[in-house]
């Protein structure tokens, strides 16, 4: 697996990636992690807030017991340990948007412990291992370009939970640590535990990246901290790579550092390096018993899981003989899979994955639309299919009918009908047309013989002057018959 | 009949409840007393206007043949305590003028049952002290004076204006926490009786926090039967606390007058410290006599960790302190410098103005041992050490029903005597900490007086949450003991 994956060539040699991702999530949930407020995203400022959120004397966190179902929702997901008991810590650092003064997290005893996914990139599966999942506090929102003089801080994310979700170093390249970064998300919507909208901030992640020669030790790695999109992993990491390799090969050392984004040249730079990292000063919340999970509970949640994009994906394959490209593009969203088994159900998998991922994806795709939206359910679709099979229209006649389908949502036998695009298969008909055009063109007649590659042009004349409607299997045969052609 | 104030809570309860006084008249009678005894500066608010209002209300429900356990009876409030609309100071500048707009739930309680707020107690800032002298607002004067001397004693800490206030008979009783004997040591010096329930008891929802995992409220009262009283309405289970625990409370006072005989009560040699005045060992051997008289059963026990229940205490406690204070930046609310460049000069000056000495000291001590390199040789040790005094009063209580010894290691001390030395002020903590370590009950009772007149106390050490036994030895010790000495009026 390891050497096909691709590798970086420098001006010394080659130079392997090795890329990491401690993904933040939002856990999908009507309250906050540690108090009542509500962790809807939208609301004006400062209007989410409880008397916890904004730390005021005394007041004293509540865990969520929804959020620790969600959390552990997802470690199942990421076929990952549960464990039983857990501990909540204080993370210490002063920042206006930290009321408490202290981020709730979990240091030393997370939730979840480890777990791994399969990832697909070209065609190809790896596995990506989980080293942990823990669940703690966001913080709230600075904005300092309001006023010139001072800041505001905005306190409705503080006490939303997340989950943070750190994988091993286990991603060779930019697009593995993209096709990672996407399967979380499609893990995570499968298992309605995070929305996955990125430009809401609920998914966010940091990106540690280290080079090294194939074969050796890791490299150092720097931290790129807070990306919020696919594209912008594969840039930060591309963009780190090349920076970590043109320093070694210039004879430059990598510091261990953290490093930011930015968005408009999509480059990283220095944020702060390893001397200034902060002394957190974790230590277990006194506020807060240890997380004990009864067990009977944990496999209560594990028989209420959802089949998940893994397990769908190996059950397209097997079930209906789909390719592993195909299988993934179909599972990666609940929707579009529950679309395609709607539609194989009774019918030929294969063909029905054909038309699903050329035609309709397509035809989303230029319309800007998304699975959810389509215009042709998967009902209508069936019976598209169920047309072609039995030979009510020819599959050409099949794709204008389905570009119809899809400009007016209408039903294919309904158009059908009323274009009068049944398939000609009265024999009568299509000899009558073969004759014609045989007393018309007694040229190509007799050249056919000589040079069969000519019958397709008897094909097509038929074709035009039924209007496309003939079976194309009978005027095969019978022009086949009366030309005296093999 | 008497002065109004001179009743115990408990026959103030009665005499309300068969209407023989109003609660305004105790309420103005004890506002009056306020008044008079602002020399002792026990209270950093008092709520007058509030008190009345309270009082009528209590009045007409009393009239009406409502009213819950303690209704109409007057009561000052330890000013850690959040009380809605009424300033929250916890002793210190950092909180001059903050407002809540929530009750704390052991208030919350109170009011339930019909009590009436007085006023808010002072304090030790953020009930780090044993003296009150930590208090912005000035030192607590203890009513309590040297027979023939005229200098001023503190009233122990940090529930100095408690205690003071309940000896001074400021209040009917006051509520009260402690983190490491903030209610049994200012009993023990104002001949009052103090209980510190077990951890989870009392709700900590709506008190400002020093050491989550210590902290815990009880009442400071007149005597054993009145703190019984405030116990049972004060404690109860609380789902905003996640330490709270859901167990029912008992009515503590029908435990009172049970007899003791058969109990066994464990002294343990340890808490007999080096350089411990020969009163206090005389007091504590009567205690032991008293309990035998009364039938209990005397067995000698040993608590070798004690020696090292300060030392963990002062880990633990500053640790939680350093990050529990973060949330003091003046942001929100509270104390802001006026003068500062940015977000970092903002803080410093803020919190450099805001806290007073002892303040910072315990923070930067609580940083300092929780910090990359230190954590596992102070704070991680500590509560393996924790762990290991717990499981040594466990042990201790497989044979035992009760532990007895001195409450503190003197009687109340001149102002400014200690208020230099802090391992000195520290060692006023040596007999109670360990209950706070361990999680238990403890109670400090008036037992007797020294040469110069000034009150002792001795404390019993009950199982976590059987409070009920430790009443029952309360009550049995303070018959035995027969303590009727009251401070001389000399602040009104």
């Given at each position: 697996?390891?050497?096909?994956?691709?590798?970086?060539?420098?001006?010394?040699?080659?130079?392997?990636?090795?890329?990491?991702?401690?993904?933040?999530?939002?856990?999908?949930?009507?309250?906050?992690?540690?108090?009542?407020?509500?962790?809807?995203?939208?609301?004006?400022?400062?209007?989410?807030?409880?008397?916890?959120?904004?730390?005021?004397?005394?007041?004293?966190?509540?865990?969520?017991?929804?959020?620790?179902?969600?959390?552990?929702?997802?470690?199942?997901?990421?076929?990952?340990?549960?464990?039983?008991?857990?501990?909540?810590?204080?993370?210490?650092?002063?920042?206006?948007?930290?009321?408490?003064?202290?981020?709730?997290?979990?240091?030393?005893?997370?939730?979840?412990?480890?777990?791994?996914?399969?990832?697909?990139?070209?065609?190809?599966?790896?596995?990506?291992?989980?080293?942990?999942?823990?669940?703690?506090?966001?913080?709230?929102?600075?904005?300092?370009?309001?006023?010139?003089?001072?800041?505001?801080?905005?306190?409705?994310?503080?006490?939303?939970?997340?989950?943070?979700?750190?994988?091993?170093?286990?991603?060779?390249?930019?697009?593995?640590?993209?096709?990672?970064?996407?399967?979380?998300?499609?893990?995570?919507?499968?298992?309605?535990?995070?929305?996955?909208?990125?430009?809401?901030?609920?998914?966010?992640?940091?990106?540690?990246?280290?080079?090294?020669?194939?074969?050796?030790?890791?490299?150092?790695?720097?931290?790129?901290?807070?990306?919020?999109?696919?594209?912008?992993?594969?840039?930060?990491?591309?963009?780190?790579?090349?920076?970590?390799?043109?320093?070694?090969?210039?004879?430059?050392?990598?510091?261990?550092?953290?490093?930011?984004?930015?968005?408009?040249?999509?480059?990283?730079?220095?944020?702060?390096?390893?001397?200034?990292?902060?002394?957190?000063?974790?230590?277990?919340?006194?506020?807060?018993?240890?997380?004990?999970?009864?067990?009977?509970?944990?496999?209560?949640?594990?028989?209420?899981?959802?089949?998940?994009?893994?397990?769908?994906?190996?059950?397209?394959?097997?079930?209906?003989?789909?390719?592993?490209?195909?299988?993934?593009?179909?599972?990666?969203?609940?929707?579009?899979?529950?679309?395609?088994?709607?539609?194989?159900?009774?019918?030929?998998?294969?063909?029905?994955?054909?038309?699903?991922?050329?035609?309709?994806?397509?035809?989303?795709?230029?319309?800007?639309?998304?699975?959810?939206?389509?215009?042709?359910?998967?009902?209508?679709?069936?019976?598209?299919?169920?047309?072609?099979?039995?030979?009510?229209?020819?599959?050409?006649?099949?794709?204008?009918?389905?570009?119809?389908?899809?400009?007016?949502?209408?039903?294919?036998?309904?158009?059908?009908?009323?274009?009068?695009?049944?398939?000609?298969?009265?024999?009568?008909?299509?000899?009558?047309?073969?004759?014609?055009?045989?007393?018309?063109?007694?040229?190509?007649?007799?050249?056919?013989?000589?040079?069969?590659?000519?019958?397709?042009?008897?094909?097509?004349?038929?074709?035009?002057?039924?209007?496309?409607?003939?079976?194309?299997?009978?005027?095969?045969?019978?022009?086949?018959?009366?030309?005296?052609?093999? | 009949?008497?002065?109004?104030?001179?009743?115990?809570?408990?026959?103030?309860?009665?005499?309300?409840?068969?209407?023989?006084?109003?609660?305004?008249?105790?309420?103005?009678?004890?506002?009056?007393?306020?008044?008079?005894?602002?020399?002792?500066?026990?209270?950093?608010?008092?709520?007058?206007?509030?008190?009345?209002?309270?009082?009528?209300?209590?009045?007409?429900?009393?009239?009406?043949?409502?009213?819950?356990?303690?209704?109409?009876?007057?009561?000052?409030?330890?000013?850690?305590?959040?009380?809605?609309?009424?300033?929250?100071?916890?002793?210190?500048?950092?909180?001059?003028?903050?407002?809540?707009?929530?009750?704390?739930?052991?208030?919350?309680?109170?009011?339930?049952?019909?009590?009436?707020?007085?006023?808010?107690?002072?304090?030790?800032?953020?009930?780090?002290?044993s003296?009150?002298?930590?208090?912005?607002?000035?030192?607590?004067?203890?009513?309590?004076?040297?027979?023939?001397?005229?200098?001023?004693?503190?009233?122990?800490?940090?529930?100095?204006?408690?205690?003071?206030?309940?000896?001074?008979?400021?209040?009917?009783?006051?509520?009260?926490?402690?983190?490491?004997?903030?209610?049994?040591?200012?009993?023990?010096?104002?001949?009052?009786?103090?209980?510190?329930?077990?951890?989870?008891?009392?709700?900590?929802?709506?008190?400002?926090?020093?050491?989550?995992?210590?902290?815990?409220?009880?009442?400071?009262?007149?005597?054993?039967?009145?703190?019984?009283?405030?116990?049972?309405?004060?404690?109860?289970?609380?789902?905003?606390?996640?330490?709270?625990?859901?167990?029912?409370?008992?009515?503590?006072?029908?435990?009172?007058?049970?007899?003791?005989?058969?109990?066994?009560?464990?002294?343990?040699?340890?808490?007999?410290i080096?350089g411990m005045?020969?009163?206090?060992?005389?007091?504590?051997?009567?205690?032991?006599?008293?309990?035998?008289?009364?039938?209990?059963?005397?067995?000698?026990?040993?608590?070798?960790?004690?020696?090292?229940?300060l030392?963990?205490?002062?880990?633990?406690?500053?640790?939680?302190?350093?990050?529990?204070?973060?949330?003091?930046?003046?942001?929100?609310?509270?104390?802001?410098?006026?003068?500062?460049?940015?977000?970092?000069?903002?803080?410093?000056?803020?919190?450099?103005?805001?806290?007073?000495?002892?303040?910072?000291?315990?923070?930067?001590?609580?940083?300092?041992?929780?910090?990359?390199?230190?954590?596992?040789?102070?704070?991680?040790?500590?509560?393996?050490?924790?762990?290991?005094?717990?499981?040594?009063?466990?042990?201790?209580?497989?044979?035992?029903?009760?532990?007895?010894?001195?409450?503190a290691p003197s009687?109340?001390?001149?102002?400014?005597?200690k208020?230099?030395d802090p391992v000195q002020m520290y060692l006023n903590d040596v007999f109670?900490v360990?209950?706070?370590?361990?999680?238990?009950?403890?109670?400090?009772?008036?037992?007797?007086?020294?040469?110069?007149?000034?009150?002792?106390?001795?404390?019993?050490?009950?199982?976590?949450?059987?409070?009920?036994?430790?009443?029952?030895?309360?009550?049995?010790?303070?018959?035995?003991?027969?303590?009727?000495?009251?401070?001389?009026?000399?602040?009104?």
């Amino acid at each position: 697996m390891t050497e096909s994956r691709k590798l970086l060539k420098g001006e010394t040699g080659d130079w392997e990636v090795v890329i990491g991702l401690e993904v933040h999530a939002q856990v999908s949930s009507k309250s906050k992690l540690f108090s009542g407020a509500s962790a809807q995203y939208g609301a004006g400022p400062n209007e989410n807030v409880s008397l916890v959120d904004a730390a005021m004397p005394g007041m004293l966190p509540v865990i969520n017991r929804y959020c620790v179902e969600q959390a552990v929702k997802t470690g199942l997901g990421l076929n990952a340990k549960i464990n039983q008991w857990s501990r909540f810590d204080r993370k210490n650092y002063f920042y206006p948007d930290l009321p408490q003064g202290y981020q709730i997290s979990q240091y030393k005893d997370p939730i979840v412990g480890e777990g791994e996914v399969e990832v697909e990139v070209d065609g190809q599966e790896i596995t990506v291992g989980i080293e942990r999942l823990h669940l703690e506090q966001d913080a709230g929102k600075s904005i300092h370009d309001l006023s010139p003089k001072e800041s505001y801080v905005d306190l409705n994310r503080s006490g939303v939970a997340l989950m943070e979700i750190v994988s091993r170093p286990d991603m060779r390249s930019a697009d593995e640590a993209a096709a990672y970064f996407t399967k979380l998300r499609t893990i995570l919507r499968y298992l309605g535990t995070c929305d996955g909208n990125m430009e809401e901030g609920s998914m966010r992640a940091d990106v540690n990246v280290s080079v090294r020669r194939p074969g050796e030790p890791y490299g150092t790695r720097t931290e790129t901290k807070n990306i919020n999109s696919i594209r912008y992993v594969k840039q930060a990491v591309e963009y780190e790579a090349r920076r970590q390799i043109e320093v070694i090969e210039r004879g430059g050392k990598i510091d261990q550092e953290t490093r930011l984004f930015n968005v408009a040249t999509g480059e990283t730079r220095t944020m702060r390096s390893k001397e200034d990292a902060h002394d957190y000063r974790y230590f277990p919340d006194p506020d807060l018993l240890p997380l004990e999970l009864d067990p009977a509970w944990v496999e209560e949640i594990r028989k209420g899981l959802p089949e998940l994009p893994d397990a769908k994906k190996h059950r397209f394959m097997s079930d209906y003989g789909l390719s592993l490209y195909d299988a993934a593009v179909l599972s990666q969203e609940r929707a579009k899979a529950d679309y395609f088994e709607t539609l194989a159900e009774g019918r030929d998998g294969k063909l029905a994955s054909n038309w699903l991922t050329t035609e309709l994806f397509g035809a989303l795709n230029k319309a800007g639309k998304e699975i959810e939206q389509s215009p042709i359910s998967a009902v209508q679709l069936g019976k598209l299919i169920d047309l072609i099979a039995d030979k009510t229209i020819s599959g050409r006649i099949a794709k204008d009918v389905f570009a119809i389908m899809f400009e007016t949502g209408a039903d294919p036998d309904k158009i059908v009908e009323e274009r009068g695009l049944k398939q000609v298969t009265d024999t009568g008909a299509i000899e009558a047309a073969i004759d014609a055009i045989i007393a018309a063109n007694p040229e190509q007649v007799a050249q056919v013989k000589e040079k069969p590659k000519t019958f397709g042009w008897f094909v097509g004349q038929v074709m035009k002057s039924t209007g496309g409607k003939a079976n194309p299997q009978a005027v095969n045969e019978l022009l086949k018959k009366k030309l005296g052609v093999e | 009949m008497t002065n109004i104030t001179d009743l115990t809570l408990a026959d103030l309860r009665d005499a309300l409840k068969s209407k023989k006084v109003s609660s305004l008249e105790a309420t103005d009678a004890y506002l009056s007393n306020i008044e008079k005894a602002r020399e002792l500066n026990a209270f950093v608010t008092v709520t007058a206007d509030r008190a009345r209002e309270m009082a009528k209300a209590s009045d007409a429900r009393i009239a009406k043949g409502d009213g819950g356990a303690i209704e109409g009876v007057p009561l000052g409030i330890k000013d850690l305590f959040c009380t809605q609309g009424v300033q929250s100071t916890a002793g210190s500048h950092i909180l001059e003028g903050f407002v809540p707009t929530y009750e704390s739930s052991v208030s919350a309680n109170l009011w339930r049952d019909g009590a009436v707020m007085l006023g808010k107690l002072n304090m030790d800032e953020f009930a780090m002290g044993s003296s009150n002298e930590t208090s912005y607002f000035g030192p607590v004067i203890n009513p309590w004076r040297a027979k023939g001397g005229n200098s001023k004693l503190t009233p122990g800490g940090s529930s100095g204006g408690s205690s003071a206030g309940v000896a001074a008979h400021l209040c009917a009783a006051a509520t009260a926490t402690d983190t490491g004997g903030s209610i049994r040591q200012p009993a023990s010096l104002t001949a009052t009786v103090g209980v510190k329930p077990t951890y989870g008891r009392c709700s900590r929802w709506g008190v400002v926090a020093f050491a989550s995992s210590l902290d815990q409220a009880g009442p400071i009262a007149r005597d054993v039967r009145d703190s019984a009283i405030m116990l049972r309405s004060m404690a109860g289970h609380d789902p905003k606390d996640s330490t709270s625990i859901d167990r029912p409370v008992p009515d503590y006072e029908s435990s009172l007058g049970q007899s003791v005989k058969g109990l066994k009560i464990g002294v343990p040699k340890e808490y007999r410290i080096d350089g411990m005045p020969g009163e206090i060992e005389k007091l504590w051997a009567d205690g032991i006599k008293w309990m035998k008289d009364a039938g209990c059963e005397i067995v000698d026990i040993s608590l070798p960790l004690t020696k090292y229940a300060l030392p963990v205490y002062y880990i633990v406690a500053p640790a939680e302190a350093s990050s529990n204070l973060a949330r003091y930046d003046g942001v929100r609310y509270g104390h802001r410098a006026k003068e500062y460049s940015d977000v970092l000069s903002m803080y410093s000056n803020t919190r450099a103005e805001g806290f007073g000495k002892e303040v910072q000291r315990r923070i930067m001590i609580g940083a300092y041992v929780l910090s990359a390199g230190y954590y596992d040789a102070y704070y991680l040790r500590a509560q393996k050490v924790r762990k290991r005094i717990f499981d040594e009063f466990v042990d201790a209580f497989s044979k035992v029903d009760l532990i007895l010894t001195p409450s503190a290691p003197s009687a109340a001390f001149a102002l400014g005597e200690k208020s230099n030395d802090p391992v000195q002020m520290y060692l006023n903590d040596v007999f109670t900490v360990t209950a706070n370590l361990a999680g238990l009950p403890g109670a400090s009772v008036p037992a007797g007086l020294d040469e110069r007149g000034l009150p002792l106390g001795l404390q019993l050490i009950a199982k976590p949450f059987d409070e009920e036994t430790m009443f029952k030895g309360m009550y049995a010790l303070e018959q035995a003991a027969a303590f009727k000495a009251r401070p001389e009026v000399w602040w009104a």
